[in-house]
């Protein structure tokens, strides 16, 4: 009997009958197939799944890399899943069905993802991904330094005097008192 791991955003799974390969609804229906359970059915919403395993197996043949694309996919729990996959995708109205096939070549998993659970899915050029320099964990430290160091030197000039701020404000000023 065919059956499906849905994957939830909060870490559960549910075992349960796979849904159309295509997800053209917000929502799924499925039979549950988990032991020790009081539950028969249930409705799932898409927002509340990160993916669902259609299928996994190992390969049938040796990984031909070449046919395939280097991909991570995003999610937006900050997890992130590895793997080759086809040049093309399946995407639907509610999430796209793709191929994964592990880095190690073991393993090709069908999966479904609404797109409510993807942050991106990223096309990569080599597995050794290099950290973006924006990552280092003091650059918000450090820019909002240098914001402050810019603000500084705009407001006071070289003679340690406060710039004037409002200059129309002062001209208006000025001129009511030549007046009066």
Not at 20 to 28: G, H, M, N, T
Not at 67 to 93: C, K, N, T, W
Not at 109 to 123: D, M, Q, R
Request: with cysteine; net charge positive.
């Amino acid at each position: 009997m065919a059956h499906a791991i849905y994957c939830f955003l909060d870490g559960e799974t549910l075992h349960g009958d796979p849904p159309k390969r295509e997800l053209e609804a917000p929502f799924v229906q499925t039979g549950i197939h988990n032991l020790g359970t009081n539950n028969r059915g249930a409705f799932v919403p898409l927002s509340s799944l990160k993916y669902v395993l259609l299928d996994s197996r190992a390969p049938t043949s040796a990984v031909d890399t070449a046919r395939y694309q280097r991909i991570a996919i995003h999610f937006v729990d900050h997890e992130v899943l590895r793997g080759y996959s086809d040049r093309v995708m399946r995407p639907s109205r509610y999430g796209v069905t793709l191929s994964l096939v592990s880095p190690d070549q073991t393993e090709v998993k069908e999966l479904a993802i609404p797109f409510t659970a993807l942050k991106g899915i990223f096309y990569l050029k080599t597995w050794e991904g290099g950290e973006s320099p924006m990552l280092e964990s003091d650059w918000v430290p450090r820019i909002l330094e240098a914001r402050e160091q810019e603000l500084v030197r705009r407001q006071y000039t070289g003679t340690g005097k406060p710039r004037h701020l409002m200059p129309l404000l002062e001209r208006i000023i000025r001129r009511r008192k030549i007046a009066d």
